[in-house]
């Protein structure tokens, strides 16, 4: 007679997900404005956007955004005071500077002849720009 081993109670047989990433992040890209590069490197900065990033003018206080470039995107951030280079300070008329590394990145070039677009879009809980035609990628 052979003995037989218990393996005990079988788990869960349904199908396993191969993606590592949460379904929380698997979640759609809401686009949040639109807006043109000025010849200055300068762009508005939609509504929304600084509904989203916690930016309200106050007398005496500025707002800093802080550019992070992530892949053909680029993060934007709400400034600290300490934030380092890649920071720019939000104008009380609602324009920031784009940095000079990232319009590079974002292959954009300031000219009078050519508009250059971008998007705002939300995904997740942070706020991407894309060059208006480029295809998302994946962070």
Sequence with gaps: MIPRIALGPRSHSGPQYSSSRPRADLARDFPLGETI????????????????????????????????????????????PQSDWRKTMLRKNGTAAIPRHIQKALTLKNSSHSEEKLIWIRRGNQIVIRKRGEEPSSI
Excluded at 62 to 72: E, I, M, V
């Design 37 to 80: 590069l000025n010849r200055g490197g300068t762009t508005q900065v939609p509504e929304k956007v600084m509904e989203a990033l916690g930016l309200k003018p106050k007398p005496g206080e500025r707002s800093k955004l802080l550019w992070t470039p992530a892949g053909d995107d680029v993060i934007v951030t709400k400034g600290t």
